[in-house]
């Protein structure tokens, strides 16, 4: 969730060393970043990364682009290509479509200070921490290693921005993805279950019991309650580990692209 | 308060049982609520125990859920059911998790097949294997997927064979101890098949069996020494085998040698095409085989479900194997030794006349494809095909989904092998008007290659009775304790036969082709009968 408009022009002097000035002409809404966001990760994100940064020589998740400095040299950019390059036009997203990337783009830079600030990490130590002090196999399921109470995390580094995750490390209730909720339901006969919603029509409810990880289904009309839980089950990493872990953490996340299609 | 209690219950979900273990598909005839593998159990009977519904009450079936599938594809696949869950494929390749009492759809897995998958005769699929946790998909570009079947995440993902080379595979995967055994098909376009194994943890292969010999191999002097027709030479798998833990051997047909009509360049026998095979299920080696069909040039695959029954057999205990072939006999072999029992016709046979002593067919002179074509009974379909029997213990028949009285003319013609190209040499073309695929059916004459399921004795190999329909089947044989039997057609019903003597006890109007295998489970006290036909899957129960 992005709450506030990004003034563009804010970051560019902060991030944009060493790569060509970037002028920045407009400032942006949340709606049209929260668009871009989307456009971005159903288009770009499977060659720049979330983090825009998989592409030798253009880290675009912090505002280096190496051919295109204004906003509408950005947009004509990413509609027309870059000959002789695996950067192909991409005719099917509209101007105005482009224009919500370039937006998202332009604030991608202005909210990676958070991470920024970290000391490097390092994915091995990561490792160490998400399988130990951390306590992560309790709730998440990395390849088949883990509880499937919580999201799998197996693809998390193809998903989600290292600021994403160090935001939902240290505040996890800052945004929970809807596909990730957790439902509380009572029977009519009073039991209780919360688990992950997998499907649910006007009738009957499917979901992932939290507790023995099996897949339930139930009819509505049998339930006295079925409601979402406000809260995330996941504790504020925030003063449990040291910001040199949480960097590992995160490298290590970040690493995790999948193996299987 | 809610957020402590969550918290404690998600800690204590990190030590929790796998859901089918090795022990429980071995002993899958105990839990008969469940439908553990694709054939329900390891012997390949398609017989369950659950006696709810019979052939008294099978008039009051209904029904209970339809899950329509995103796929215009033939539906072949048989599911997977435990605990409540029932798993199964739209094709070509997406997984599907349902709850069994509702047909509500738990997740997804959608896998898009490479471009260059090419299977021959369907982007189909028949099913899975489950083990642990961890369901198992081979896909018709020649992968086998492994994935979580709580969650629909994919775990790993192999390449089995190339499909540029025009290997697929379409089979339910067998899964036996820490292994998973899938075989590939492609025999059209000029493959040299295989099973293998592959470890269910991690995807890598454990064996292989090529089902045809290589050079110093025992069965290689099969193929002419004078050209590489062995490398080309088909001999697919397209069903799933079947496993006798007590012999550790696993059981598996074999496709037809390719070229399919024309064989002037493959002399010889062509093993292991037309064949069964018995591989130790640790090492893939081969402890015997018995060719049905040698030298076969009518596409006469063994791609049957191996079914395996212990019964007496001329006054002693034996171990058997029942097999109804597509070349028209019914066989009945010694499955620890692949020693040839009985070979008897169950449809009408005009290729061979008999057997001698160890088995071989004696083949009827002139009865080979040729330029101006031969007419052949069986036709090219078989007297049946890879639709499963089954073996009922209860009235000791067994079932066979039969195609009647019907023949094909082959054509030879020549052909050159080109990679991934299709591999023919010839065209059998029907001459019973069989294959009807429109809504009306009103070319072809009665007792005309009608499709029909025949119950016969494997003790002799008499037919017991038939039940006939007006056009061919495609679907397999579901037997239960009670006595029941249920299949369909490609006239769009779903019925139940009484198994001892065929009449029909109920039918029901599914509107589409049933191209698949029945399966029976139970839930909350509750049996339910499962088909797949046309593009939907629907359940019944009794009212």
Redesign the interface.
């Given at each position: 969730m992005w709450a506030i408009a990004i003034r563009s022009c804010l970051f560019i002097s902060m991030l944009a060393a060493g790569a060509a000035p970037v002028i920045a002409q407009h400032e942006y809404t949340s709606s049209e970043i929260e668009a871009g966001r989307q456009q971005y990760a159903a288009n770009c994100t499977r060659c720049h990364g979330p983090d825009g940064d998989n592409v030798a020589n253009a880290d675009i998740g912090h505002g280096k682009f190496r051919r295109a400095s204004t906003d509408e040299e950005l947009v004509q950019l990413i509609r027309n290509g870059v000959p002789n390059t695996a950067m192909a036009g991409m005719n099917n997203i509209s101007e105005p479509n482009a224009k919500t990337i370039v937006a998202y783009l332009r604030s991608m830079a202005a909210t990676a200070a958070a991470v920024a600030a970290l000391p490097t990490g390092d994915a091995a130590r990561g490792k160490a921490v998400f399988e130990s002090k951390g306590?992560c196999?309790?709730?998440h399921?990395i390849?088949?290693v883990?509880?499937?109470?919580?999201p799998?995390l197996?693809q998390i580094g193809a998903q989600r921005r290292s600021v994403e995750l160090h935001r939902s490390l240290i505040e996890p209730d800052a945004e929970i993805v809807p596909a990730n909720r957790?439902i509380?339901i009572v029977t009519r006969d009073g039991a209780t279950i919360?688990g992950r919603l997998?499907?649910q029509?006007s009738f009957?409810v499917?979901l992932?019991d939290?507790?023995?990880?099996?897949?339930?289904?139930f009819?509505k009309s049998n339930l006295r309650e079925f409601a979402f839980?406000d809260?995330s089950?996941m504790?504020s990493y925030k003063d449990k580990l040291s910001t040199q872990e949480l960097s590992d953490l995160i490298s290590y996340l970040s690493s995790l692209k999948?193996?299987?299609? | 308060m809610i957020r402590r209690t969550i918290l404690l219950t998600l800690i204590t979900a990190a030590s929790l049982q796998a859901q089918v273990s090795y022990e429980r598909i071995l002993r899958a005839g105990q839990e008969p609520q469940n439908w553990l593998t694709y054939s329900g159990n390891y012997n390949g009977q398609r017989y369950s125990s659950l006696v709810q519904i019979t052939p008294e009450n099978v008039k009051n079936l209904e029904l209970q859920w339809i899950f329509q599938a995103r796929s215009l594809e033939k539906f072949e696949a048989t599911p997977i059911m435990t605990d409540g869950i029932m798993y199964t494929v739209e094709a070509p390749n997406n997984i599907v998790a349902l709850d069994a009492a509702t047909g509500r759809v738990f997740w997804t897995y959608n896998y898009t097949p490479a471009q260059a998958a090419r299977p021959c005769c369907g982007r189909v699929n028949r099913g899975l294997a489950i083990l642990g946790d961890t369901l198992f998909m081979a896909t018709i570009d020649a992968r086998l997927i492994a994935v979580d079947a709580k969650s629909g995440r994919p775990l790993w993902n192999v390449a089995v064979a190339k499909p540029e080379s025009g290997y697929a595979m379409t089979v339910a995967p067998l899964v036996v101890k820490d292994k998973v055994i899938v075989g590939t098909a492609g025999g059209e376009y000029g493959i040299r098949g295989f099973i293998a194994a592959y470890d269910a943890k991690t995807g890598k292969e454990a064996w292989r069996f090529y089902t045809i010999p290589g050079p110093g191999e025992p069965g290689h002097e099969t193929w002419p020494a004078s050209n590489n027709a062995w490398e080309h030479g088909g001999a697919s798998v397209w069903v799933t085998g079947s496993y006798d833990p007590d012999l550790n051997l696993t059981y598996w047909g074999i496709g037809n040698p390719g070229p399919d009509w024309n064989g002037d360049d493959r002399g010889g026998d062509n093993l292991y095409s037309c064949s069964v095979v018995a591989l130790d299920a640790d090492t893939g080696k081969l402890k015997w085989h018995y060719q049905f069909s040698p030298h076969d040039e009518f596409d006469y695959d063994s791609t049957q479900v191996p079914v395996l029954v212990d019964t007496q057999w001329q006054g002693s205990q034996r171990k058997l194997m029942l097999w109804a072939n597509r070349n028209g006999f019914f066989y009945v072999l010694d499955r620890a030794t692949g020693q040839f029992l009985l070979g008897k016709p169950f449809v009408e046979v005009n290729w061979a006349s008999g057997f001698d002593e160890k088995g071989r067919p004696q083949r009827i002179p002139g009865m080979t494809p040729s330029a101006q074509g031969t007419l052949i009974l069986p036709g090219n379909q078989g007297g049946t095909n890879w639709y499963n029997p089954s073996y009922s213990p209860k009235t000791g028949l067994f079932y066979i989904p039969t195609w009647a009285n019907y023949s094909s003319l082959y054509v030879k013609q020549p052909v050159e092998y080109q990679e991934g190209r299709n591999f023919g040499g010839g065209t059998p073309r029907p001459t019973t008007p069989t294959g009807i695929r429109t809504t009306v059916n009103n070319y072809a004459k009665e007792d005309e290659g009608y499709g029909a399921i025949r119950a016969v004795d494997p003790h002799t190999g008499q037919m017991k009775w038939q039940f006939k329909m007006t056009d061919v089947t495609d679907a397999g044989v579901l037997t239960t304790a009670s006595n029941l039997l249920f299949s369909g057609g490609r006239e769009g019903y779903f019925y139940a036969l009484d198994a001892r003597d065929g009449k029909l006890l109920w039918k029901f109007p599914v509107g589409g082709r049933v191209i698949s295998g029945p399966m029976t489970y139970s839930l909350g006290g509750k049996q339910y009968v499962e088909v797949a036909a046309g593009n939907s899957l629907f359940v019944f129960a009794l009212k």
């Open positions: 306590g196999t309790n709730c399921r390849g088949d883990g509880s499937r109470a919580g799998d197996s957790l509380k919360t997998l499907n029509d009957t499917q992932l939290a507790k023995d990880e099996k897949l339930k289904s009819s839980v809260k089950t504790p999948g193996q299987a299609q | -």
